[in-house]
C-alpha cells in the first residue's frame, strides 16, 4: 500500500510512471516522513479505538496482556500484515477492469514487509475503498466487537493494526480533500500515486 503526500524531494521525479498518466500530478512522501507521522498519530488512534472500551469495561480485561507471550504476538502479527496488503488487493480488484489481474502482491525484502500495488488508475472512492478496508475490517471492526463483548485481547489486536494503518489513514486524509470524479494511480515505486483525469494531462 502506498500513502501520499507532495514532497519536492520526490515529487515529478520518479522513473516509473503508469501508462496513460503523462501529465499528471505526482504526490509522493519519503518513508522517513510517513513513519514519523504514523508515530505521532498512535496516541490518537490508540484513543479513539480504546475509550469506548475503557469508558463501558475499565482497565480489567487488559490485563491479559500480562499472559501473551511475545512469540504468539508475532504468530499474530506476521500473518495479519499479510492480510493487510491482501484486503488492499481485494478492495481495489472489485473495482479494476481484470479485477486480482490489476493487482501485484509482492514482499519488499529492504523493509521486510508485503506490499500491493495496483496497477489500474481508479477513480478516488474506489481507490480510498481498497486504502482503507484494511483498517475497517482488521481495526475498528475488532474495537467494535471488543467494546461490545469486554473482549481486551480483541481490543488489543484492533488498536495494533489500527497503528499497522498509519500509512492508509495519511492517504485517505489526502483522498478526502480531492474532487471524487479525478482519477488515481498507485505508484509502482514510491509510496504515493499519480493524480488525473482520463485522457487528459493534469488536474485541470
Not at 46 to 57: G, I, R, S
Amino acid at each position: 500500500m502506498v500513502t501520499t503526500d507532495s514532497d519536492p524531494d520526490h515529487a515529478g521525479d520518479g522513473p516509473a510512471r503508469p501508462d496513460g498518466t503523462e501529465g499528471w500530478d505526482e504526490q509522493t512522501m519519503s518513508l522517513w516522513r510517513v513513519n514519523l507521522i504514523a508515530l505521532v498519530l498512535l496516541p490518537f488512534v490508540t484513543a479513539v479505538l480504546a475509550a469506548p472500551f475503557v469508558m463501558l469495561w475499565g482497565y480489567e480485561p487488559l490485563n491479559i496482556m500480562r499472559f501473551i507471550r511475545w512469540e504468539y504476538l508475532f504468530l499474530v502479527a506476521l500473518p495479519g500484515l499479510v492480510a493487510h496488503e491482501v484486503l488492499h488487493g481485494a478492495g481495489w480488484a472489485l473495482f479494476t477492469s481484470k479485477g486480482f489481474g490489476s493487482v501485484q502482491f509482492g514482499f519488499k525484502w529492504a523493509f521486510l514487509t508485503p506490499y500491493c500495488h495496483c496497477k489500474e488508475p481508479l477513480k478516488v472512492p474506489y481507490y480510498a475503498f481498497g486504502a482503507g478496508l484494511p483498517l475497517i475490517v482488521l481495526s475498528l471492526v475488532p474495537a467494535a466487537l471488543a467494546t461490545g463483548t469486554g473482549s481486551g485481547g480483541l481490543l488489543i489486536f484492533g488498536v495494533f493494526f489500527g497503528w499497522a494503518a498509519g500509512g492508509d489513514l495519511i492517504a485517505l486524509y489526502r483522498l478526502a480533500r480531492l474532487d471524487s470524479d479525478l482519477m488515481v494511480a498507485d505508484h509502482p515505486e514510491e509510496m504515493g500515486f499519480f493524480i488525473g483525469r482520463k485522457g487528459e494531462e493534469g488536474i485541470p
